[in-house]
């Protein structure tokens, strides 16, 4: 995480977060390192449907047609909570935080969209977030060739 928020810093890049499965544990991660406050914008935790759509405007339409876990619906928060907080990286996450269930993972970055499926096999509830966490922090590092 400090790697993320040192790059973030050093290239003039803000970062917001549109969470679901993960609860706020992507935010409370990224919070607990100094220097966060320089990068970070803000989180919305959007764990039930009506805060997905009434709060950060995802489409009803979208999660009828897709459902709630999809890839369609974590590329659609990632670019609301961009618009929402004015950053230029947005991370989302939407997901069931059980075995053997899938979870979407998106980075929002330079109109890029970067999307990845995830399914994890083994693991409590809080094991499964943790590892969520650290898959999409993986990810982001991946997509903006940190410790390259």
Not at 1 to 22: F, G, P
Not at 116 to 130: N, P, S, V
């Amino acid at each position: 995480m400090k790697a993320l928020i040192q790059y973030l810093k050093d290239n003039q890049l803000t970062i917001s977060l549109a969470e679901s499965m993960t609860g706020g544990s992507l935010a409370d991660a990224l919070v607990q390192n100094a220097g966060a406050s320089e990068v970070f914008k803000g989180s919305l935790v959007c764990y039930h449907q009506e805060v997905k759509t009434d709060i950060l405007n995802v489409s009803k339409a979208l999660i009828e047609t897709h459902g709630v876990v999809s890839k369609e619906v974590a590329i659609e928060m990632a670019k609301q909570a961009q618009a929402l907080f004015k950053t230029d990286v947005s991370l989302s996450v939407t997901g069931y935080a059980e075995i053997n269930q899938y979870s979407y993972m998106c980075i929002y970055y330079q109109d890029n969209i970067y999307v990845k499926q995830f399914m994890y096999h083994e693991g409590t509830r809080i094991e499964i977030i943790e590892h969520a966490v650290q898959s999409l922090i993986n990810l982001c590092k991946e997509i903006l060739f940190i410790d390259k």
